[in-house]
C-alpha cells in the first residue's frame, strides 16, 4: 500500500496544482496593472541546461549505482494555461562497487568503479500561479515517466543494474524578470527505480554469511533525489 502511495501522490498532486493554476488566473482580477504582483509570461518554449547534484539511496548490498554530478538538457512547452509538458535528457558522474558473492566477506568488494548513468523522461508540470509568475516567481510541480541507464552487462556476482523505468516527481521555482527571455530556475526531484538482486545474493558458497539476509526483497523502489539548477532560454514560434 506505502508503494502505491508513493507511485499515485506525485500525479494527484500535479492534478490538484493544476486545478490551483486555473483558479489563480480568477483570483489576479483587481490589481490595477501597474500595482499588480502578477506577471504574464507570453513564451510558451523553453530550452533549459541543467547541472545538479543526484544523491541515490544506499542500497542494502551497497552495490548499485551511487549518486554524483549531474548534467542534462531540458525542453518545456506551456501547452495551455498552468499546464507545461516537456522531457529531460541527463547524465550523472555515478560510481557503483562490483561484489563477488563467492568470496569471503573481507574480500567481496572489488573496489569502486566508475559507471555513469543516463536518463530520459517525459514530464507534465503545473504552475501553481497559471501562465504568469507572482513577484517575479512561478512555483511549479512536476512528475513524469521515464528509463535510466548504465548500458552495462551483469558484473561477475551476477548484478546487473541494466534499464529500468523511472517515476520522476518533484517540484522548482523559476525566477522570471520583468522583460527578457532568460530565466533562472531550482528544482527538486525524486527519481524512483527499482534496484533488483540476482538469487546469488541471497545464498553463500562459504560458511559465511550471503550478502543478503532472507528478509531483504530481491527488488525494491528505492528513492533518489536530485536538486538542480538551470537557466532558461524562452521563445515563441
Known amino acids: 500500500m506505502k508503494r502505491i502511495l508513493y507511485v499515485v501522490l506525485p500525479y ?41 547534484y543526484l544523491r541515490a539511496k544506499r ?25 507545461h509538458v516537456g522531457v529531460d535528457l541527463l547524465a550523472v558522474n555515478s560510481t557503483r562497487t562490483p561484489l563477488d558473492p563467492t568470496r569471503p566477506p573481507a574480500s567481496r568488494s572489488l573496489g569502486n568503479t566508475s559507471q555513469p548513468l543516463y536518463a530520459v523522461d517525459a514530464f507534465a508540470s503545473a504552475s501553481l500561479n497559471g501562465p504568469r509568475s507572482w513577484h517575479h516567481l512561478m512555483p511549479m510541480v ?3 515517466l521515464g528509463v535510466i541507464t548504465d548500458g552495462h552487462t551483469a558484473d561477475v556476482g551476477g548484478f546487473k543494474f541494466g534499464t529500468r523505468f523511472t517515476l520522476p516527481w518533484g517540484a ?49 523502489w528505492t528513492n533518489n533525489f536530485a536538486m538542480t539548477l538551470g537557466v532558461t532560454y524562452s521563445f515563441s514560434h
Open 59 to 83: 542500497d542494502p548490498a551497497r552495490v548499485a549505482p551511487q549518486g554524483g554530478l549531474l548534467l542534462g538538457l531540458q525542453y518545456e512547452w506551456r501547452a495551455t494555461g498552468p499546464l
Open 172 to 220: 522548482g521555482v523559476r525566477w522570471v524578470p520583468g522583460s527578457g527571455r532568460l530565466q533562472l530556475r531550482a528544482d527538486v526531484r525524486d527519481w524512483m527505480y527499482t534496484i533488483v538482486y540476482p538469487p546469488s545474493y541471497h545464498i553463500s558458497n562459504t560458511l559465511d554469511a550471503p550478502i543478503l539476509n532472507t528478509n531483504v526483497a530481491p527488488s525494491r
Open 12 to 52: 494527484v498532486v500535479v492534478a490538484t496544482a493544476l486545478g490551483l493554476g486555473a483558479r489563480g488566473a480568477a483570483a489576479q482580477v483587481g490589481y490595477p496593472p501597474a500595482r499588480s504582483p502578477f506577471l504574464d509570461v507570453d513564451q510558451t518554449h523553453e530550452i533549459t541546461p541543467i547541472f545538479g
Open 142 to 144: 512536476t512528475a513524469g
